[in-house]
Structure formats: structure tokens, C-alpha cells
């Protein structure tokens, strides 16, 4: 059975760190580009950060670029979020969602629980 | 970065109903659209995939149709368990980006 788990929410306060964890199970991890995608109190999903397979790429959304950065380690099939500088926009939960390609298309088949990031002083 | 913009943003409907929620991106993303379904507290669930390809497991009263820039997400007989918020989201272009939300309530 797939699996993700995110870990490492919590509250923390404007400018300060945080970092993520998504453990993986059931799949080979290492084959899965993994997204992390978040959702602001009663709003939408938004795309946050993805990495390539053997973690050489990086992307990030323009609100979180220079701030937030992504990694794997595939030995422990778990993805990361660190996060820094946090502002009151980035309080969300954060999902980490496997990717699936269809043809040229890039959709997301299977998601973690998500955890809290709650940004407050 | 392409919009996506769901109507309506919400819809009150009974059990049986015909339900359809559409979705336009504001440039052609082909068939690279995505529903998901998603309950309060839950993570969102994939229900269909390429504008109209039915994900493993979802029922078919679920389809999809659509290209280009038109989308629509269409349940032909509301059931209980389908109360919830549905969103779409194109897989074409990056920054991958979701619609606004449709929720779906009880009349």
C-alpha cells in the first residue's frame, strides 16, 4: 500500500524555521518525483516545491523561492521541506503528493494527511 | 503562470442528482487536466486524470470531458459520500496550478 507521511509541523513564529518531513512506504521511492503542495485555512491548493528523482533538480513556486528548499534521501525514502523565513502567508497545511505522468500531463495519485504549519507570534 | 477558474463555487444539489462543475484555464493546456475530490480534514483524492480517464477505484458515475481551455466534471447520480469540495488542476505547464474549489452541498 502507498504511503505518505508527513511529520514536522507546528507553530513557530514570523521569520522563523521550520523543517518538513514526507516518509514514503509501499513504492520505490527512488523511481517518484514527489511534489509538496499546501493549503491556507479554508482556501485552495497551491504548489510549493518539487525535486527530480536523484534530487540534481530543484523548482520552487515564486512566493517560496529563496526561502524554502527541497531535498530526498532516497536511502531513507523520505522528502523534505526546510523552510525559512516564515511569513503569515506560508500557514497551511502541507501535503507531499507522488506524481504520475500521463503522456505530457503531470497529475498527483497519491497524498500524505498533511501537516499543520501555523506562522503566529 | 495559467489560471484556472472553477463555476460555481458552490452548488446545492440532493442525492440523485446530475451534477456538473467546469473549469477554464485562461490558455489551451490540451488534456493535461486533473479532478480531484477532497473532504474536509482529508487530502485531496485523484478521480479523473487527462480531462477524461477514470483513476483506478473511482466510481463511474464520475467522468470528464474537455480540452483546450473547457473542462467540465460531470457526477450523473449524486450520492451521500460525494459532498465535498472538487478542484481541478492542469498538468501541463509549470507552475503546476488548481482551480479555485467547487464545493458540493446537501439541499
Known amino acids: 500500500e502507498v504511503q505518505l507521511v508527513e511529520s514536522g509541523g507546528g507553530l513557530v513564529q514570523p521569520g522563523g524555521s521550520l523543517r518538513l518531513s514526507c516518509a514514503a512506504s509501499?513504492?520505490?521511492?527512488?523511481?517518484?518525483?514527489v511534489h509538496w503542495v499546501r493549503q491556507a485555512p479554508g482556501k485552495g491548493l497551491e504548489y510549493v516545491s518539487s525535486?527530480?528523482?536523484?534530487?540534481?533538480?530543484?523548482f520552487y513556486a515564486s512566493s517560496v523561492k529563496g526561502r524554502f528548499t527541497i531535498s530526498r534521501d532516497n536511502s531513507k525514502n523520505t522528502l523534505y521541506l526546510q523552510m525559512g523565513s516564515l511569513r503569515a502567508e506560508d500557514m497551511a497545511v502541507y501535503f507531499c503528493?507522488?506524481?504520475?505522468?500521463?503522456?505530457?500531463?503531470?497529475?498527483?495519485?497519491?497524498w500524505g494527511q498533511g501537516t499543520l504549519v501555523t506562522v503566529s507570534s | 503562470d495559467i489560471q484556472m477558474t472553477q463555476s460555481p463555487s458552490s452548488v446545492s444539489a440532493s442525492v440523485g442528482d446530475r451534477v456538473t462543475i467546469t473549469c477554464r484555464a485562461s490558455q489551451g493546456i490540451s488534456s493535461c487536466l486533473a479532478w480531484y475530490q477532497q473532504k474536509p480534514g482529508k487530502a485531496p483524492r485523484l478521480l479523473i486524470y487527462a480531462a477524461s480517464s477514470l483513476q483506478s477505484g473511482v466510481p463511474s458515475r464520475f467522468s470528464g470531458s474537455g480540452s483546450g481551455t473547457d473542462f467540465t466534471l460531470t457526477i450523473s447520480s449524486l450520492q451521500p459520500e460525494d459532498f465535498a469540495t472538487y478542484y481541478c488542476?492542469?498538468?501541463?505547464?509549470?507552475?503546476?496550478?488548481f482551480g479555485q474549489g467547487t464545493k458540493v452541498e446537501i439541499k
Open positions: 503528493a507522488r506524481v504520475y505522468y500521463h503522456g505530457v500531463g503531470l497529475y498527483y495519485d497519491y
Open positions: 488542476q492542469q498538468g501541463n505547464s509549470v507552475p503546476r496550478t
Open positions: 509501499g513504492f520505490t521511492f527512488s523511481g517518484y518525483v
Open positions: 525535486i527530480s528523482t536523484n534530487g540534481d533538480n530543484t
